[in-house]
């Protein structure tokens, strides 16, 4: 049973415009949620997170947005790169206050920035 | 500061052998986790560990063992190898609570 769902497998999006991943989960315990970025043959490296007290996160082109009630994120990339081209990770995590449980990854989406 | 490493990069081992992965880091991180990628499967969580001394499973722990007598260290071990373990393994590491750090991965086929 799947934790963390990302049901689009790839994404192709023009230079300039938006990418949009989209990431569900099903564990109401989750309270912290990551986006990694893969290139082939290298390991996952962390792009932005979002705590479950926030509902938005910005940092740079990237925006993440959390909606709790729909247990839904999504990541926005604006203006999308051809260097954006890559494996995208979402992630979640239970941190709790007394303990921190594992971090369970999506299938990730593979996004194609056209030039 | 070499951040998380991973030995070997590549390994062929044939059914019923067994092998250690190792997993080292530098930055002192309570966390560490071992992770496999297949195709369309994503990342799959196997054994993680909250500190020297505590590990549990994680996903996919069957066929895995892992121990951490060291904060740098999380070998993981597979006992009797099958096809079925032919993926890329992930190490990574992080403080409790934080974003992880990934080693570069070891790719490891079972024949």
């Known amino acids: 049973d799947q934790q963390v769902k990302q049901n689009s497998p790839s994404l192709s999006v023009q230079e300039g415009r938006i990418s949009i991943l989209n990431c569900d989960y099903t564990?109401?315990?989750?309270?912290?949620f990551l986006w990694y970025k893969k290139y082939p043959a290298e390991g996952p490296t962390f792009l932005i997170s979002?705590?479950?007290?926030?509902d938005k996160n910005e940092d740079g082109r990237f925006t993440v947005f959390l909606n709790k009630s729909a247990k839904h994120l999504s990541l926005h990339i604006v203006p999308s790169q051809p260097g954006d081209s890559a494996v995208y990770f979402c992630?979640?995590?239970?941190?709790?206050?007394?303990?921190?449980?594992?971090?369970?990854f999506g299938p990730g989406t593979s996004l194609s920035v056209i030039p | 500061n070499a951040g998380v490493t991973q030995t070997p990069k590549f390994q062929v081992l044939k059914t019923g052998q067994s092998m250690t992965l190792q997993c080292a880091q530098d930055?002192?991180?309570?966390?560490m986790s071992w992770y496999r990628q297949d195709p369309g499967m994503g990342l799959r969580l196997i054994h993680y560990?909250?500190?020297?001394?505590?590990?549990d499973q994680g996903e996919v722990p069957n066929g895995y063992n892992v121990s951490r007598s060291t904060t740098e260290d999380f070998p993981l071990r597979l006992l009797s190898a099958a096809p079925s373990q032919t993926s890329v393994y992930f190490c990574?590491?992080?403080?409790?609570?934080?974003?992880?750090?990934f080693g570069p991965g070891t790719r490891l086929t079972v024949t």
């Open positions: 990574a590491s992080s403080p409790l609570g934080y974003e992880q750090y």
């Open positions: 979002i705590s479950s007290i926030k």
């Open positions: 992630a979640a995590s239970a941190r709790g206050k007394t303990s921190y449980d594992k971090v369970i």
């Open positions: 930055m002192n991180h309570e966390y």
């Open positions: 564990n109401s315990m989750f309270d912290y």
């Open positions: 560990s909250v500190g020297a001394g505590i590990t």
